[in-house]
């Protein structure tokens, strides 16, 4: 992680689009980091955001190339199960954006959305509305704002 804080807001952007994708590490240790660094409160939200909800596209997207035959077979998941999931999906759809920003669990729900094939459009916006909230949170707890 000291290589994606000897970056500056670039690393940030960068570590949060890894995190909100593929790989296994929370961009808020990072977040915190650069913004004790850099004291840009400003840069940092907008340098976290956008490398999150990038990130959260690039899920999206793997999730929307998902197919329900594979989870079945390679995750021993029912097609009973799928539909149950589907259902809850359906029932907030687009909304669950907002929950992305949620460590952990807002990464598979973006995974989900895609799977599932939500509206793009209102999933992508809400989507960036909840990295807003996650890191907008985090200057508040810091107290960089």
Known sequence: MEWLQSLGLFGLFLGSALAASIFPFSSDALYIAILAATKNPVG??????????????????????????????????????????????????????????????????????????????????????GKIVRFLVWNLVVGAI
Do not use: M, N
């Open 44 to 129: 940092c939200l907008v340098a976290g955001t956008a490398g999150s909800w990038a990130g959260s596209l690039f899920t999206y997207w793997l999730g929307w190339l998902g197919k329900w035959e594979w989870i079945e077979k390679w995750f021993k998941v029912s097609h009973e199960k799928l539909e149950k999931h589907q259902q809850s999906v359906q029932k907030y759809g687009a909304w669950l954006g907002l929950v992305s920003g949620v460590p952990v669990i807002g990464d598979v729900l973006v995974l989900a959305l895609g799977f599932y094939r939500t509206q793009p459009f209102w999933t992508f916006v809400l989507l960036l509305v």
